[in-house]
Protein backbone atom coordinates (compact mmCIF):
# COMPACT_ATOMS: atom_id res chain seq x y z
CA UNK A 1 0.00 0.00 0.00
CA UNK A 2 1.53 3.60 -1.03
CA UNK A 3 1.33 5.57 2.36
CA UNK A 4 1.17 9.47 2.26
CA UNK A 5 1.92 10.58 5.72
CA UNK A 6 1.65 14.15 7.09
CA UNK A 7 2.68 14.94 10.30
CA UNK A 8 1.87 18.34 11.59
CA UNK A 9 2.60 20.51 8.29
CA UNK A 10 5.51 18.15 7.43
CA UNK A 11 4.95 15.51 4.60
CA UNK A 12 6.38 12.73 3.49
CA UNK A 13 5.59 9.43 1.19
CA UNK A 14 7.04 5.72 1.52
CA UNK A 15 5.59 2.49 0.67
CA UNK A 16 5.62 -0.76 2.33
CA UNK A 17 3.78 -4.43 1.48
CA UNK A 18 3.10 -4.79 5.19
CA UNK A 19 2.11 -1.30 7.24
CA UNK A 20 0.29 -1.84 10.45
CA UNK A 21 -0.70 0.76 12.80
CA UNK A 22 -1.92 0.01 16.31
CA UNK A 23 -3.76 3.49 17.83
CA UNK A 24 -5.72 3.52 21.09
CA UNK A 25 -9.62 4.71 19.91
CA UNK A 26 -9.77 7.57 22.15
CA UNK A 27 -6.66 8.86 19.61
CA UNK A 28 -8.64 8.38 16.75
CA UNK A 29 -9.72 11.91 15.11
CA UNK A 30 -10.87 10.89 11.70
CA UNK A 31 -11.37 8.17 9.13
CA UNK A 32 -12.25 8.99 5.51
CA UNK A 33 -12.82 6.85 2.57
CA UNK A 34 -12.93 8.85 -0.58
CA UNK A 35 -14.94 5.86 -3.31
CA UNK A 36 -13.71 8.49 -6.36
CA UNK A 37 -9.76 8.40 -6.09
CA UNK A 38 -9.96 4.95 -4.04
CA UNK A 39 -8.04 6.54 -0.34
CA UNK A 40 -8.63 5.87 2.83
CA UNK A 41 -7.13 8.79 5.43
CA UNK A 42 -6.45 8.43 8.85
CA UNK A 43 -6.30 10.98 11.61
CA UNK A 44 -4.97 10.11 14.66
CA UNK A 45 -2.57 11.40 17.91
CA UNK A 46 0.36 9.73 18.91
CA UNK A 47 3.79 9.80 20.27
CA UNK A 48 7.08 9.12 18.86
CA UNK A 49 8.55 8.79 22.40
CA UNK A 50 7.35 7.45 25.88
CA UNK A 51 7.57 10.51 27.22
CA UNK A 52 7.38 12.75 24.36
CA UNK A 53 4.78 14.80 22.96
CA UNK A 54 1.77 13.97 21.27
CA UNK A 55 1.60 14.78 17.37
CA UNK A 56 -0.96 14.55 15.32
CA UNK A 57 -0.68 12.51 12.33
CA UNK A 58 -2.38 11.94 9.17
CA UNK A 59 -1.74 8.67 7.11
CA UNK A 60 -3.57 8.09 3.68
CA UNK A 61 -3.28 5.16 1.62
CA UNK A 62 -4.26 3.67 -1.68
CA UNK A 63 -6.94 1.10 -1.32
CA UNK A 64 -6.43 -2.09 -3.08
CA UNK A 65 -9.24 -4.72 -2.22
CA UNK A 66 -13.37 -3.47 -1.64
CA UNK A 67 -14.35 -0.11 -1.91
CA UNK A 68 -17.60 -1.59 0.14
CA UNK A 69 -15.27 -2.53 3.07
CA UNK A 70 -13.27 0.03 3.23
CA UNK A 71 -16.31 2.37 3.40
CA UNK A 72 -17.97 0.31 6.03
CA UNK A 73 -13.98 0.19 8.10
CA UNK A 74 -13.88 3.85 8.25
CA UNK A 75 -17.74 4.27 9.25
CA UNK A 76 -17.30 1.51 12.02
CA UNK A 77 -13.87 3.17 13.02
CA UNK A 78 -15.43 6.42 13.55
CA UNK A 79 -18.70 5.20 15.88
CA UNK A 80 -16.01 3.22 18.01
CA UNK A 81 -13.61 5.82 18.21
CA UNK A 82 -16.73 8.46 19.22
CA UNK A 83 -19.97 6.49 19.95
CA UNK A 84 -18.29 3.51 21.43
CA UNK A 85 -17.65 2.33 24.83
CA UNK A 86 -13.81 1.62 25.45
CA UNK A 87 -11.23 2.12 27.92
CA UNK A 88 -7.95 3.46 26.27
CA UNK A 89 -4.74 4.39 27.92
CA UNK A 90 -2.62 7.78 26.06
CA UNK A 91 -1.16 8.95 29.33
CA UNK A 92 0.58 5.93 30.63
CA UNK A 93 2.12 7.67 33.70
CA UNK A 94 -1.73 8.21 35.33
CA UNK A 95 -3.54 5.52 37.68
CA UNK A 96 -6.62 6.48 35.09
CA UNK A 97 -7.35 6.01 31.83
CA UNK A 98 -9.31 7.81 28.96
CA UNK A 99 -12.88 7.01 28.47
CA UNK A 100 -15.26 7.18 25.19
CA UNK A 101 -19.03 7.11 26.44
CA UNK A 102 -21.04 8.69 23.39
CA UNK A 103 -19.25 11.82 22.48
CA UNK A 104 -20.76 14.15 19.94
CA UNK A 105 -19.08 14.55 16.67
CA UNK A 106 -18.60 17.86 15.11
CA UNK A 107 -18.85 19.44 17.95
CA UNK A 108 -19.29 24.03 17.46
CA UNK A 109 -16.77 25.42 19.30
CA UNK A 110 -16.20 29.16 20.45
CA UNK A 111 -12.57 29.58 20.20
CA UNK A 112 -11.15 32.88 22.30
CA UNK A 113 -7.26 32.97 21.73
CA UNK A 114 -5.31 35.69 23.83
CA UNK A 115 -2.42 37.05 21.44
CA UNK A 116 -0.58 38.00 24.34
CA UNK A 117 -0.78 35.77 26.74
CA UNK A 118 1.98 33.72 28.42
CA UNK A 119 5.46 34.11 25.92
CA UNK A 120 2.95 35.64 23.12
CA UNK A 121 2.81 32.23 21.08
CA UNK A 122 -1.03 31.56 21.45
CA UNK A 123 -1.31 32.51 17.80
CA UNK A 124 1.12 30.24 15.99
CA UNK A 125 0.42 27.74 18.79
CA UNK A 126 -3.16 27.27 17.58
CA UNK A 127 -2.73 27.29 13.98
CA UNK A 128 0.31 24.87 14.31
CA UNK A 129 -0.95 22.60 16.95
CA UNK A 130 -4.86 23.12 17.66
CA UNK A 131 -6.59 23.68 14.78
CA UNK A 132 -5.55 20.83 12.33
CA UNK A 133 -6.96 18.60 15.01
CA UNK A 134 -10.34 20.24 15.39
CA UNK A 135 -10.94 20.70 11.74
CA UNK A 136 -9.78 17.09 11.22
CA UNK A 137 -13.04 16.19 14.06
CA UNK A 138 -15.72 17.96 11.59
CA UNK A 139 -15.85 20.48 14.04
CA UNK A 140 -16.97 23.88 13.35
CA UNK A 141 -14.89 27.09 14.87
CA UNK A 142 -16.15 30.71 15.76
CA UNK A 143 -12.04 31.83 16.69
CA UNK A 144 -12.05 35.64 17.88
CA UNK A 145 -8.58 37.39 19.49
CA UNK A 146 -9.63 38.98 22.49
CA UNK A 147 -8.42 42.53 22.07
CA UNK A 148 -7.21 43.07 25.94
CA UNK A 149 -8.74 42.51 29.54
CA UNK A 150 -12.16 42.48 29.96
CA UNK A 151 -12.99 41.14 26.27
CA UNK A 152 -13.75 37.46 26.94
CA UNK A 153 -15.69 38.43 30.27
CA UNK A 154 -18.39 40.34 27.78
CA UNK A 155 -17.93 37.55 24.83
CA UNK A 156 -18.97 35.32 27.19
CA UNK A 157 -21.84 37.51 28.89
CA UNK A 158 -23.35 37.63 25.58
CA UNK A 159 -22.69 34.14 24.14
CA UNK A 160 -25.37 32.79 22.51
CA UNK A 161 -25.37 29.94 24.00
CA UNK A 162 -27.77 27.54 21.42
CA UNK A 163 -25.31 28.36 18.64
CA UNK A 164 -22.40 26.09 20.99
CA UNK A 165 -21.53 22.63 22.20
CA UNK A 166 -18.35 24.06 24.22
CA UNK A 167 -15.68 27.32 24.85
CA UNK A 168 -12.37 26.49 24.45
CA UNK A 169 -10.12 29.30 25.60
CA UNK A 170 -5.92 29.36 24.61
CA UNK A 171 -4.40 31.51 26.94
CA UNK A 172 -3.51 30.71 30.53
CA UNK A 173 -6.00 30.79 33.57
CA UNK A 174 -6.64 34.69 33.85
CA UNK A 175 -8.89 34.18 30.37
CA UNK A 176 -10.96 31.05 32.48
CA UNK A 177 -11.48 33.61 34.89
CA UNK A 178 -12.52 35.72 32.62
CA UNK A 179 -15.42 33.51 30.39
CA UNK A 180 -16.81 31.90 34.14
CA UNK A 181 -17.27 35.07 35.39
CA UNK A 182 -18.68 36.36 32.31
CA UNK A 183 -21.37 33.58 32.31
CA UNK A 184 -22.20 34.51 35.98
CA UNK A 185 -23.27 37.83 34.16
CA UNK A 186 -25.30 36.14 31.33
CA UNK A 187 -29.00 36.80 31.23
CA UNK A 188 -29.15 32.63 31.95
CA UNK A 189 -26.48 31.95 34.05
CA UNK A 190 -26.75 28.90 34.70
CA UNK A 191 -27.70 27.68 31.37
CA UNK A 192 -23.98 29.87 30.31
CA UNK A 193 -22.19 27.78 33.24
CA UNK A 194 -23.41 24.45 31.47
CA UNK A 195 -21.06 25.14 28.44
CA UNK A 196 -18.32 23.25 28.71
CA UNK A 197 -14.96 24.97 28.93
CA UNK A 198 -11.94 23.48 27.44
CA UNK A 199 -8.67 25.21 28.19
CA UNK A 200 -5.64 25.00 25.66
CA UNK A 201 -2.12 25.63 27.46
CA UNK A 202 -0.56 29.22 25.84
CA UNK A 203 -0.31 31.17 29.38
CA UNK A 204 1.95 31.96 32.21
CA UNK A 205 -0.30 29.99 34.66
CA UNK A 206 -2.00 26.82 32.91
CA UNK A 207 -2.83 25.07 36.55
CA UNK A 208 -6.29 23.82 34.74
CA UNK A 209 -4.94 22.20 31.73
CA UNK A 210 -2.08 20.67 34.83
CA UNK A 211 -5.21 19.43 36.41
CA UNK A 212 -7.45 17.87 33.47
CA UNK A 213 -4.44 16.44 31.09
CA UNK A 214 -1.75 15.93 34.09
CA UNK A 215 1.69 16.89 34.53
CA UNK A 216 2.87 15.30 31.52
CA UNK A 217 0.39 16.52 28.90
CA UNK A 218 -0.71 19.64 30.86
CA UNK A 219 1.48 22.10 28.26
CA UNK A 220 1.10 20.10 25.31
CA UNK A 221 -1.73 21.88 22.65
CA UNK A 222 -2.43 18.50 20.76
CA UNK A 223 -3.26 17.11 24.11
CA UNK A 224 -5.60 19.70 25.03
CA UNK A 225 -7.00 20.21 21.38
CA UNK A 226 -8.17 15.88 21.53
CA UNK A 227 -9.72 17.01 24.81
CA UNK A 228 -11.90 19.35 22.83
CA UNK A 229 -12.79 17.00 20.30
CA UNK A 230 -13.06 14.02 22.82
CA UNK A 231 -13.27 15.43 26.46
CA UNK A 232 -16.45 14.43 27.95
CA UNK A 233 -18.50 17.26 30.26
CA UNK A 234 -17.13 17.40 34.24
CA UNK A 235 -19.12 18.97 36.64
CA UNK A 236 -17.04 20.92 38.84
CA UNK A 237 -17.93 23.23 42.27
CA UNK A 238 -17.21 26.73 41.77
CA UNK A 239 -16.24 29.77 44.61
CA UNK A 240 -18.51 32.91 45.14
CA UNK A 241 -16.03 35.67 46.30
CA UNK A 242 -18.28 38.43 48.61
CA UNK A 243 -16.13 41.81 48.74
CA UNK A 244 -17.50 45.37 49.07
CA UNK A 245 -21.22 44.24 48.36
CA UNK A 246 -20.12 42.47 45.39
CA UNK A 247 -19.67 38.89 44.37
CA UNK A 248 -17.54 37.32 41.43
CA UNK A 249 -16.72 33.57 40.67
CA UNK A 250 -13.30 32.04 41.26
CA UNK A 251 -12.98 28.51 39.42
CA UNK A 252 -9.45 27.43 40.94
CA UNK A 253 -7.24 29.72 43.82
CA UNK A 254 -6.83 32.17 46.06
CA UNK A 255 -3.77 33.22 47.74
CA UNK A 256 -2.51 35.48 50.38
CA UNK A 257 0.86 35.94 51.73
CA UNK A 258 3.73 34.57 49.87
CA UNK A 259 1.88 32.81 47.24
CA UNK A 260 0.16 36.11 46.18
CA UNK A 261 3.27 37.96 46.27
CA UNK A 262 5.08 35.90 44.09
CA UNK A 263 2.29 35.36 41.04
CA UNK A 264 1.47 39.22 41.07
CA UNK A 265 4.72 40.42 41.99
CA UNK A 266 6.09 38.76 38.86
CA UNK A 267 3.44 40.06 36.21
CA UNK A 268 6.55 42.06 34.46
CA UNK A 269 8.11 38.34 33.89
CA UNK A 270 5.85 36.71 31.98
CA UNK A 271 8.58 35.91 29.21
CA UNK A 272 9.86 33.49 31.46
CA UNK A 273 7.09 31.52 31.62
CA UNK A 274 6.31 29.63 34.64
CA UNK A 275 9.60 29.42 35.91
CA UNK A 276 8.58 32.76 36.93
CA UNK A 277 6.89 31.69 40.18
CA UNK A 278 9.88 29.84 41.19
CA UNK A 279 11.93 33.10 40.32
CA UNK A 280 9.41 34.80 43.06
CA UNK A 281 9.14 32.14 45.53
CA UNK A 282 12.89 32.66 45.81
CA UNK A 283 12.53 35.89 46.54
CA UNK A 284 9.45 35.81 48.59
CA UNK A 285 12.15 34.30 51.12
CA UNK A 286 14.46 36.78 51.22
CA UNK A 287 11.74 38.85 52.48
CA UNK A 288 9.94 35.93 54.66
CA UNK A 289 7.30 38.21 56.28
CA UNK A 290 4.14 36.67 57.96
CA UNK A 291 0.55 37.09 56.39
CA UNK A 292 -1.34 39.92 58.65
CA UNK A 293 -4.73 38.01 58.27
CA UNK A 294 -7.24 36.32 60.48
CA UNK A 295 -8.55 33.29 58.82
CA UNK A 296 -12.50 32.00 59.62
CA UNK A 297 -13.88 28.98 58.19
CA UNK A 298 -16.83 26.71 58.14
CA UNK A 299 -15.15 23.16 58.80
CA UNK A 300 -15.61 20.16 57.08
CA UNK A 301 -12.79 17.79 57.56
CA UNK A 302 -9.52 18.46 58.88
CA UNK A 303 -8.37 14.41 59.39
CA UNK A 304 -5.48 14.21 56.78
CA UNK A 305 -5.47 10.67 56.30
CA UNK A 306 -9.87 10.70 56.38
CA UNK A 307 -9.59 13.07 53.12
CA UNK A 308 -6.76 10.88 51.34
CA UNK A 309 -8.64 8.13 51.74
CA UNK A 310 -12.08 9.62 50.47
CA UNK A 311 -10.27 10.87 47.42
CA UNK A 312 -8.55 7.23 46.73
CA UNK A 313 -11.89 5.82 47.04
CA UNK A 314 -13.84 8.77 44.54
CA UNK A 315 -10.75 7.69 42.45
CA UNK A 316 -11.03 4.30 42.41
CA UNK A 317 -14.29 4.21 41.19
CA UNK A 318 -14.24 7.09 38.86
CA UNK A 319 -17.00 7.50 36.14
CA UNK A 320 -18.27 10.62 34.66
CA UNK A 321 -19.89 12.73 37.07
CA UNK A 322 -21.95 15.10 34.72
CA UNK A 323 -25.60 15.57 35.12
CA UNK A 324 -27.14 17.11 32.08
CA UNK A 325 -28.29 20.51 33.19
CA UNK A 326 -32.25 20.20 32.42
CA UNK A 327 -34.08 20.83 28.94
CA UNK A 328 -34.90 24.49 29.92
CA UNK A 329 -32.82 26.55 32.64
CA UNK A 330 -34.72 29.62 31.75
CA UNK A 331 -33.36 32.83 33.82
CA UNK A 332 -32.44 30.81 36.85
CA UNK A 333 -30.04 32.96 38.89
CA UNK A 334 -27.14 32.15 40.67
CA UNK A 335 -27.72 30.96 44.08
CA UNK A 336 -27.37 33.78 47.19
CA UNK A 337 -24.45 33.75 49.64
CA UNK A 338 -25.89 31.36 52.67
CA UNK A 339 -23.44 32.88 55.24
CA UNK A 340 -23.86 36.67 56.42
CA UNK A 341 -20.26 38.12 57.22
CA UNK A 342 -21.65 39.00 60.70
CA UNK A 343 -22.79 34.71 61.45
CA UNK A 344 -19.96 33.29 64.03
CA UNK A 345 -21.84 30.18 64.70
CA UNK A 346 -19.76 27.05 64.15
CA UNK A 347 -16.39 28.94 62.71
CA UNK A 348 -13.60 28.32 63.32
CA UNK A 349 -10.75 31.33 63.86
CA UNK A 350 -7.25 30.45 62.99
CA UNK A 351 -4.78 33.63 63.28
CA UNK A 352 -1.36 31.85 63.96
CA UNK A 353 1.73 33.33 62.13
CA UNK A 354 1.44 31.93 58.70
CA UNK A 355 3.63 32.05 55.30
CA UNK A 356 0.31 31.99 53.07
CA UNK A 357 -3.00 31.28 52.83
CA UNK A 358 -4.19 28.97 49.86
CA UNK A 359 -7.47 27.94 49.14
CA UNK A 360 -9.04 26.24 46.35
CA UNK A 361 -9.60 23.42 44.14
CA UNK A 362 -7.80 21.37 41.47
CA UNK A 363 -4.23 19.65 42.68
CA UNK A 364 -1.73 21.82 40.79
CA UNK A 365 -1.73 25.56 40.60
CA UNK A 366 1.48 25.35 38.74
CA UNK A 367 4.10 22.44 37.57
CA UNK A 368 6.04 22.77 40.04
CA UNK A 369 3.22 22.98 43.37
CA UNK A 370 0.65 20.63 44.00
CA UNK A 371 -1.05 22.44 46.38
CA UNK A 372 -4.34 20.85 47.11
CA UNK A 373 -3.75 17.21 46.51
CA UNK A 374 -7.29 15.70 47.72
CA UNK A 375 -9.30 18.40 45.89
CA UNK A 376 -12.36 16.93 44.39
CA UNK A 377 -14.22 18.54 41.99
CA UNK A 378 -17.40 18.15 43.27
CA UNK A 379 -17.10 17.01 46.87
CA UNK A 380 -18.88 20.71 47.61
CA UNK A 381 -15.93 22.27 49.63
CA UNK A 382 -13.20 24.11 49.25
CA UNK A 383 -9.90 22.95 50.58
CA UNK A 384 -7.76 25.46 52.46
CA UNK A 385 -4.03 25.44 52.96
CA UNK A 386 -2.08 27.57 55.55
CA UNK A 387 1.66 27.18 55.69
CA UNK A 388 2.59 28.00 59.70
CA UNK A 389 5.57 29.75 59.43
CA UNK A 390 8.94 28.42 60.88
CA UNK A 391 12.20 28.39 58.87
CA UNK A 392 13.80 29.83 55.76
CA UNK A 393 15.18 26.14 55.59
CA UNK A 394 11.89 24.38 55.97
CA UNK A 395 10.35 26.23 53.46
CA UNK A 396 13.21 25.39 50.95
CA UNK A 397 12.64 21.50 52.08
CA UNK A 398 9.20 21.85 51.26
CA UNK A 399 8.93 23.37 48.02
CA UNK A 400 11.29 20.13 47.33
CA UNK A 401 7.75 18.17 48.10
CA UNK A 402 5.96 20.42 46.82
CA UNK A 403 5.56 19.19 42.84
CA UNK A 404 4.67 15.47 44.21
CA UNK A 405 1.96 16.92 46.96
CA UNK A 406 4.36 16.00 50.01
CA UNK A 407 4.18 18.76 51.28
CA UNK A 408 0.53 18.05 52.20
CA UNK A 409 2.07 15.46 55.04
CA UNK A 410 3.86 18.15 56.60
CA UNK A 411 3.20 19.03 60.18
CA UNK A 412 3.63 22.83 59.40
CA UNK A 413 0.94 22.50 56.67
CA UNK A 414 -2.63 23.04 57.75
CA UNK A 415 -4.97 21.37 56.10
CA UNK A 416 -8.80 21.52 56.00
CA UNK A 417 -11.71 21.24 53.97
CA UNK A 418 -14.43 24.19 54.46
CA UNK A 419 -18.11 24.95 53.29
CA UNK A 420 -17.03 28.54 53.41
CA UNK A 421 -14.18 31.08 54.86
CA UNK A 422 -13.22 34.65 55.00
CA UNK A 423 -10.23 37.08 55.50
CA UNK A 424 -9.94 39.77 57.87
CA UNK A 425 -6.80 41.86 57.13
CA UNK A 426 -4.56 43.03 60.21
CA UNK A 427 -2.50 45.27 57.59
CA UNK A 428 -3.24 47.71 55.23
CA UNK A 429 -0.33 46.48 53.25
CA UNK A 430 -0.40 42.73 51.52
CA UNK A 431 -1.66 40.52 47.99
CA UNK A 432 -4.61 39.01 47.05
CA UNK A 433 -4.63 36.61 44.21
CA UNK A 434 -7.74 35.17 42.82
CA UNK A 435 -7.51 32.65 40.02
CA UNK A 436 -4.14 34.42 39.52
CA UNK A 437 -5.84 38.26 38.83
CA UNK A 438 -5.22 41.13 41.14
CA UNK A 439 -8.09 41.52 43.81
CA UNK A 440 -7.91 43.99 46.55
CA UNK A 441 -6.44 43.52 49.81
CA UNK A 442 -9.78 44.09 51.55
CA UNK A 443 -11.81 41.79 53.59
CA UNK A 444 -13.90 38.70 52.15
CA UNK A 445 -15.75 35.86 52.14
CA UNK A 446 -16.10 33.08 50.15
CA UNK A 447 -18.69 29.96 49.46
CA UNK A 448 -19.10 27.31 47.81
CA UNK A 449 -21.54 26.89 44.88
CA UNK A 450 -21.81 22.88 44.31
CA UNK A 451 -21.11 21.59 40.56
CA UNK A 452 -22.31 25.05 38.85
CA UNK A 453 -19.40 24.66 36.30
CA UNK A 454 -18.69 22.51 33.45
CA UNK A 455 -15.12 21.53 32.15
CA UNK A 456 -14.68 18.71 29.35
CA UNK A 457 -12.26 16.14 30.88
CA UNK A 458 -10.24 13.24 29.38
CA UNK A 459 -10.65 11.12 32.76
CA UNK A 460 -13.76 12.21 34.55
CA UNK A 461 -11.49 13.16 37.75
CA UNK A 462 -8.56 15.72 37.84
CA UNK A 463 -5.31 14.16 36.52
CA UNK A 464 -3.25 13.97 39.15
CA UNK A 465 -1.32 11.07 41.27
CA UNK A 466 -1.29 11.62 45.26
CA UNK A 467 0.53 9.04 47.09
CA UNK A 468 0.23 8.24 51.36
CA UNK A 469 3.37 9.08 52.92
CA UNK A 470 5.67 6.68 53.34
CA UNK A 471 5.84 5.56 57.28
Not at 93 to 110: A, C, E, H, Q, T
Not at 455 to 465: D, F, H, M, R, T
Amino acid sequence: MAVEVDVQGKTRSYSAEDSHLRIPLYDVVSADFNREVKSLELGYVTRRKKSGPLLFIRVKGQVKGSEDEAAEFSTTLLEKAYEGAVTCVTNTSLPISPFVLGVKRNRRLKVLINPNGGVGKAVPLFKLSVEPVLRAAGCSLDIVHTKGHGDAFDIAKNLPLDEFDALLTVSGDGLIHEVLNGFGKHPKPKKALAIPVAPVPAGSGNGLSLNLLGIEDGFDPVAAALNAVKGKPMSIDIFSITQNGETSLSFMSQALGLMADLDLGTEHLRWMGDTRFFYGFLRGLIKFKSCALELSYKIAEEDKNTMFNTLKARREGTRPNYTPPAEDLGDVALPKPRYSSTDNDGWTTFDKPSLFIYAGQGPYVGRDFMAFPVSLPDDGLIDIFVQAKSTRGDAIAMMDEAPRGGIYWNENCHYIKAHAYRIRPLSKRGSLSVDGERYPFEEFQVEVIPKLATLLSPYGCYAAEFKRQES
